[in-house]
């Protein structure tokens, strides 16, 4: 068990790395907003934030909670005025008229959580030019897709062949994305799988950073005999049909399942459950979610984890408060490493409390110098999710399995 433990942490932040030199498949930008503290709030007072949920609400235990509690908290330490708002059905429609309606009670900040508001931003945010959007995870892509169809065109999926200032109006936007195949360096002993929700850009990134992951650890160790299950369910949340692929995956011998995508980790859990099995959660210290969820404890090894409570809460309070919106509108801010000492000051990283299960073998002392290494560029993961998961594959044998549904 240590010897799994030690494999399994240890790839969780090697392979997160090597995105940081890679060439990034979506337009954004890198580089975080400058932090001028020195300027005074711009109209103080009179600022009003609304957060709109995307299909989840604000007790998902995931992005939506997270997102909620951070504005939340700003709202409060700041005495500015808060609510929030939930769209009737999970569609572009719902979520615009949900913005629509925050606009017109006068929230003039609007900060929106998920890959899904990217058709809401591009049919919304023209509308209110006076309205600051921050979305958190949605990238050029998610904003493409539906402003080339707008405009007629048909979208190949690939950002990097489209100007996303000619289709999308940025002037009054801010996006943040994440690094997930840093974080999404998860990987195990022998057999392992990886349960994503859909194959959209940020669970495909998560995906493959733990496919390399797994076979640089096994690569390491000298291991020939490592097989890792791959497929995504077709959705985010969990259901008989995909806890019943779980079910033969851990009765095959899986040991750990990376579940990433929402609610989609009940059908991991409800498999892993009945095996004695693993699972490793995602987006935030799942441990204590699925412990509750499952009635069991220690089910959880650990969790592949992005900074949303801290972007949100950040970006809220240099905006609001340092009246600072120059340096954030119309950019697409890739987030990940920015320090190579704490680990805890990172937009991604894994828990370093009792949410990952440490072992003599891999201890919190052994993980800040993988965060070190990592942060030197000495270890690299990439991010083109243009591959295939066994395109990432050297020494270990990679099923996948395509979709479970859609």
Do not use: H
Request: a negative charge; proline letters at 3%.
């Amino acid at each position: 068990m240590k010897k799994f433990l030690a494999l399994t942490l240890a790839l969780v932040m090697s392979l997160s790395l090597v995105a940081c030199g890679d060439k990034k498949t979506d337009d954004t930008k890198t580089d975080e907003p400058d932090q001028k503290t020195e300027q005074p709030a711009e109209n103080e007072g009179a600022y009003k934030v609304a957060m709109i949920t995307d299909y989840g609400d604000i007790t998902d235990q995931s992005f939506n909670q997270t997102t909620y509690e951070a504005c939340k908290a700003f709202a409060e330490d700041n005495g500015v005025e808060f609510s929030y708002f939930k769209p009737a059905g999970d569609n572009t429609a719902d979520r615009v008229a949900m913005i629509e309606k925050a606009a017109d009670e006068g929230y003039n900040v609007i900060v929106m959580p998920g890959y899904a508001f990217g058709g809401a931003i591009v049919e919304a945010a023209p509308e209110f030019p006076d309205v600051k959007f921050i979305a958190l995870d949605v990238a050029a892509g998610d904003l493409l897709e539906t402003a080339v169809a707008n405009a007629g065109e048909s979208y190949d999926y690939n950002p990097s062949n489209w100007d996303l200032n000619k289709y999308v109006d940025m002037s009054n936007v801010y996006c943040a994305v994440y690094q997930e195949e840093l974080c999404g360096y998860m990987a195990g002993y022998k057999n392992l799988g990886f349960l994503g929700g859909m194959a959209v850009p940020a669970v495909v990134r998560y995906g493959y950073g733990f496919v390399q992951g797994v076979d640089a650890a096994a690569a390491d160790l000298g291991l020939t005999d490592v097989s890792l299950n791959y497929v995504y369910g077709g959705q985010f949340f969990g259901d008989a049909d995909i806890t019943a692929v779980m079910d033969t995956w851990y009765a095959g011998g899986t040991e750990v399942v990376f579940a990433c995508g929402g609610g989609i980790y009940t059908s991991a859990v409800d498999a892993a459950k009945k095996a004695n099995a693993k699972v490793i959660g995602v987006d935030v210290d799942q441990a204590g979610v699925i412990a509750g969820y499952a009635g069991v404890e220690g089910m959880t090894v650990t969790s592949a984890m992005k900074g949303l409570y801290p972007t949100t809460y950040d970006t809220l309070t240099d905006v609001i408060v340092n009246g600072n919106w120059d340096a954030y509108k119309g950019k697409i801010a890739t987030l990940g490493l920015v320090s190579g000492d704490d680990p805890e000051l990172n937009y991604v990283q894994i828990p370093m409390g009792e949410g990952t299960q440490w072992s003599d073998s891999f201890t919190q002392d052994d993980y800040k110098a993988m965060v070190k290494d990592m942060f030197d560029g000495k270890i690299t993961v990439s991010n083109d999710v243009s591959k295939t998961p066994s395109d990432f594959a050297t020494v270990i044998a990679v099923e996948d399995q395509g979709a479970i549904k859609g």
